[in-house]
C-alpha cells in the first residue's frame, strides 16, 4: 500500500471527507424528524407558550424542514440554536 498513487489517495480523502459531511447531515435529519411536536412539547415542558427548553428564551427561529418554503417547520431557539420542536401543517396530522 505504501506505492498507491498519490492523486488516488487525494481522490479516496475527498469521498471520505464527503461522506463524513453526509453523514453529519443525516444526523441532523434525524434528529429533526426525532423532534416533538409543538402541543407534545409543551405538555413535556409544562408550558403554555412556546420557549426554549435549555435557556428559557421566547425568541425562536423556525426553518422549513426541508427547504425554505416547507411547511413543515422545525423550530429552534434564537439564542442557543437548540432544536424545540416541529410544526405539522394541520393536513397532515394524524
Ligand atoms: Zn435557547
Redesign the pocket.
Known amino acids: 500500500m505504501s506505492d498507491f498513487p498519490l492523486p488516488i489517495l487525494f481522490i479516496m480523502a475527498v469521498f471520505f471527507t464527503m461522506w463524513l459531511i453526509l453523514r453529519k447531515y443525516h444526523q441532523i435529519e434525524q434528529r429533526k424528524r426525532a423532534l416533538p411536536e409543538l402541543n407534545a412539547y409543551l405538555y413535556a415542558n409544562n408550558q403554555t407558550e412556546p420557549r ?6 421566547t425568541e425562536l427561529n423556525d426553518v422549513g424542514l426541508t427547504h425554505g418554503k416547507d411547511e413543515r417547520r422545525i423550530v429552534s ?6 432544536m424545540l420542536y416541529r410544526v405539522v401543517p394541520p393536513e397532515r396530522e394524524e
Open positions: 426554549c427548553s435549555a435557556c428559557e428564551s431557539c434564537a439564542k442557543c440554536n437548540t
